[in-house]
């Protein structure tokens, strides 16, 4: 449920949102309904980088760590989708295409990030309008040839001023 640019994957919600986007075609979308904790990829790699540097100072704090978004930004996929679609403009729409012949898929998932925020004082940076708006200026950029590079480092950079670093 990390998103960001650069992801490819297939039957992946955000990939699935570039392509679409990029084909101008509607998206298809799955499971609007289901509930995840979508959180921007930069979230967890700093997270872990605070993690690492905190335990080496500190070797009581090693344990694992769960690395999720606010509570109010574990949304549905449809709403995910919603924010995509006003991310992207250009007239981009989705369909419901459930597939009751699909595997299972819980309908429901959050992360417990109580240990991370109370032993370390993490909190997320970008909440979840942001990190679609992150991915969607990533995908377009790519879409319109820039360095990709220049754009990558002007992304993390807004994230470590942004987090305060």
Known sequence: NVIGGGDYAADRIIPDCVRAACAGTPIAVRNPFSVRPYQ?????????????????????????????????????????????????GEGLTWENRADPGAPHEAGYLKLDTSRIRSRLSWSPTWGIAEAVQKTVEWAKACRDGQNMLDVSRRQIAEFMKNKGE
Do not use: K
Request: hydrophobic share 45%; net charge negative.
């Open 40 to 88: 921007h990829v930069l979230e967890p790699l700093a997270a872990y980088l605070a993690i690492a540097r905190a335990q080496t100072e500190d070797i009581s704090l090693a344990a694992s760590y769960n690395v999720g978004p606010d509570d109010s930004d574990c949304v549905t996929t449809g709403t995910l989708v919603n924010l995509f679609t006003d991310a992207w």
